[in-house]
């Protein structure tokens, strides 16, 4: 069954560096989307990508953040100068239309440690 | 603005009861999306159910069930005969029609059952 991955499992950094997660959405999907979710705390959206094009994020997704389709099939979410509040697990996800009329397959997630 | 509450933040059970898990939303929409995700240990978001505003039947699956009130802004999730493999955190989540494709989540329930 197509599923949705994400590398690393686990990224450890130190504060100030930049960071890229990646993520290899299903093949056949169109729309894709970044969360995050803080030790113990709820899921949140960050942002949604469809057509090569952000088209929506939350005030979460700052300019520190930026996303891109460098291929046919890597998605990568990229934070310039991580912060201690950065740290947290990513999760990429994916759908084949709108999220609203379909449901999202998340990945895995990214563990995000900042020192 | 859309809102998803889940006022049990943790349920403990024995192996074998029925467990119901509250969600409550709120929305300004009258389209919308419902949707309930397990997150086992391990950490992944996986997809149980997607639901929209004007299908209120309810629906069964295995020993889960899902009770869709529009009258109460409520989308309950029953588990009969809890199995130890249902230990996870369950989260509720909305997309409104007019909010693009972002999926806003509730806060969680930690279900643990108990052999």
């Known amino acids: 069954e197509p599923e949705v991955t994400q590398t690393p499992s686990h990224q450890v950094t130190q504060m100030g560096q930049e960071v890229i997660l990646r993520c290899v959405p299903i093949?056949?999907?169109?729309?894709f989307y970044w969360y995050r979710q803080i030790l113990g705390q709820k899921v949140e959206f960050l942002v949604s990508f469809y057509n090569n094009e952000i088209s929506e994020k939350s005030e979460i997704f700052d300019d520190q953040f930026s996303v891109e389709r460098p291929d046919g099939s890597n998605f990568t979410l990229k934070i310039r100068s991580t912060k201690l509040e950065d740290s947290a697990m990513y999760f990429c996800?994916?759908?084949?239309?709108?999220?609203?009329?379909?449901?999202?397959?998340f990945g895995p997630g990214t563990r995000l440690t900042v020192l | 603005a859309q809102k998803v509450t889940q006022a049990q933040t943790e349920i403990s059970v024995v192996e074998k009861e029925d467990v119901t898990l509250d969600c409550v939303y709120e929305?300004?929409?009258?389209?919308?999306?419902l949707f309930w995700y397990k997150q086992p240990p391990s950490g992944e978001l996986v997809f149980l159910i997607r639901r929209n505003s004007f299908d209120e039947q309810n629906e069964i699956s295995g020993r889960y069930s899902w009770n869709f009130q529009k009258s109460t802004s409520s989308f309950n999730f029953t588990i009969t005969a809890s199995q130890v493999v249902d230990s996870a955190v369950y989260f509720c989540a909305l997309s409104e029609s007019n909010a693009g494709n972002m999926l806003t989540f509730g806060g969680g329930t930690r279900l643990m059952v108990k052999p």
């Open positions: 929305t300004r929409d009258t389209t919308y999306y």
């Open positions: 093949s056949n999907h169109l729309y």
């Open positions: 996800a994916s759908s084949t239309a709108g999220g609203k009329y379909n449901e999202q397959f």
